[in-house]
């Protein structure tokens, strides 16, 4: 059973994701089927047809090798029906130049919006508030992120933050501040030095006894690939 705070409608990280039934622009899916064992990103939009959610959703719909790549899935969510979706989506895809992709959640009785906390009435009265949710392949929710109505998301950002996620799932390992892709990583003190290169693949550079800093292994395992 997700672990959600019944009184308060918030999920919290380390949650296991809420599970629910909704109508989307691709069919009627249950949410935790859906997932199936991938990453995914659950974002929200207040409304159809507003002009910021129009640039983030086109922006999306733009940047599929990307979360192709992570194998990551992608599904949005607003308020209105699966009609209105589908009309704003052939908006999207002319000011993107691209096609959308991924589903759309139908919420028109705000069940998903107030399961995921997503309703802020000081901010959008009955309206989602545009909020972003990482869930790891175990269903956990690993990131959440709330925007205001006025600010476009970031998705260099996003896609910055799955890495991390995904580095610090797979090796014990964390990524210090303003961190990018091949940049050197935090070895977990749980790993002694001498063992670095067996566990993460390199040796570790000792800046403090408690801050040890390794190379990259996701970028090893890129060019693998």
Not at 138 to 151: E, F, G, K, N, Q
Not at 187 to 209: C, I, K
Request: overall charge negative; aromatic content about 8%.
């Amino acid at each position: 059973m997700a672990e959600v705070d019944d009184e308060l409608g918030v999920v919290r990280l380390g949650d296991e994701a809420p599970d629910f039934e909704a109508e989307t622009t691709h069919g009627r899916i249950r949410f935790h089927e859906w997932l199936g064992g991938s990453w995914a990103i659950l974002f929200s939009h207040p409304r159809d047809f507003t002009p910021v959610c129009t640039t983030e959703l086109g922006e999306v719909a733009r940047l599929r090798p990307e979360f192709e790549r992570r194998g990551v899935r992608v599904i949005g969510l607003s308020v209105d029906d699966v009609d209105s979706h589908r009309r704003w989506e052939a908006d999207i895809a002319d000011v993107a130049g691209a096609p959308m992709w991924f589903p759309m959640i139908a919420d028109p009785d705000r069940h998903v919006s107030t399961l995921y906390g997503m309703i802020h009435p000081k901010e959008l009265d009955s309206a989602t508030v545009r909020s972003v949710f990482v869930i790891d392949p175990d269903r956990r929710v690993r990131l959440m992120i709330t925007y205001p109505a006025s600010v476009g998301r970031s998705f260099p950002e996003i896609l910055r933050v799955l890495d991390a996620l995904q580095r610090t799932a797979r090796y014990p390992v964390s990524t210090p501040a303003n961190w990018s892709p091949g940049e050197r990583l935090i070895l977990a003190p749980s790993v002694p030095t001498d063992q670095a290169r067996a566990v993460v693949g390199s040796d570790a550079t000792e800046l403090r006894p408690y801050l040890r800093l390794v190379d990259d292994p996701g970028v090893a395992t890129s060019e693998a690939q």
